[in-house]
């Protein structure tokens, strides 16, 4: 049998070591340059999209602070892509800042900013940008007492019940009975009114109302609509933030019911009462 000599084998794998160290190179070679291009490819684009350009609003003329824009004020103007920024006020957008005030002086030529309006770009978001997909904005006639003293304000979880004359449940004779009962439990206040969260941050509060807006799935919304057209009336009671437990057996209440449990109802009140950390009624 024939072998190698000591001096043959160490020249393979000499030969050996030297391809792996010839295939490892070649591969780091092409994950370099693989990184290159795509470098160069980002740079392209970079490039590209710097020199197109997008519409945005523009001043026809200086304005100062405090003037109401007008449409003769604004102008459609060009500015590369690279260069526009989320505070510049998109062409299509121009009609929502006319009529609105600036808080910043403007000079002709010069691109409008959502900043320099009073209110920003919040003041374009209608009541609908809150309302989450599956949900449904809804509103209730509710003012004054019914809505604790008007002291309900927008993002605030109310109950909403409502006392309404039944008819054919007043005994034998067949007459009418005043019923309460709760129709909705922990619903979000959309607004009060015309105010939302939003305005009502700007302006501070703007005071009265007569109805509340609430977020509801479409099946609530069908409820409170058709308690809206029962005789009667709908009041608000306010929640804690923090209190989401849901009763799931409330009765309806009228006047045997009081009579008969409001002794009871007391009882059970002063008991949950004197519980620490006891947020929960009956």
Do not use: C
């Not at 062409?91 to 006319?98: A, E, N």
């Not at 619903?187 to 105010?195: D, I």
Request: hydrophobic share 45%.
């Amino acid at each position: 049998m024939w072998y190698d000599s000591p001096q043959v084998m160490k020249q393979k794998a000499l030969l050996l070591v030297s391809l792996a160290a010839a295939v490892l190179a070649a591969f780091l070679a092409r994950a370099w340059l693989d990184a290159r291009n795509r470098e160069v490819e980002a740079m392209k684009e970079r490039i590209r999209r710097s020199q197109s350009v997008v519409r945005v609003v523009g001043l026809a003329r200086a304005l100062p602070a405090g003037t109401t824009v007008r449409l003769d004020d604004l102008r459609d103007m060009p500015v590369l892509a690279g260069l526009a920024t989320s505070d510049h006020v998109p062409v299509d957008d121009l009609l929502h800042v006319v009529g609105r005030r600036l808080v910043h002086t403007a000079d002709a030529g010069a691109p409008l900013l959502w900043s320099y309006l009073d209110g920003g770009r919040d003041a374009v978001r209608g009541l609908a940008d809150d309302v989450r997909s599956g949900l449904r904005a809804v509103s209730i006639p509710v003012s004054g007492a019914a809505a604790v003293s008007g002291l309900v304000r927008p993002n605030d979880h109310v109950d909403v019940l409502g006392s309404f004359v039944l008819p054919g449940t007043g005994g034998a004779e067949g007459g009418e009975s005043l019923v309460t009962m709760t129709v909705l439990q922990n619903a979000t206040v959309l607004a009060t009114g015309s105010e939302t969260a939003r305005s009502a941050a700007r302006t501070g509060g703007s005071g009265g109302y007569s109805t509340v807006t609430l977020l509801a799935t479409p099946r609530e919304a069908e409820v409170l609509v058709f308690a809206q057209q029962m005789r009667g009336k709908l009041f608000l009671t306010l929640r804690n933030p923090a209190d989401v437990h849901y009763e799931t057996d409330l009765p309806r209440v009228d006047f045997s019911k009081i009579e008969a449990e409001l002794s009871s109802l007391n009882e059970y009140r002063q008991k949950t009462l004197r519980r620490p950390g006891a947020t929960r009624g009956q």
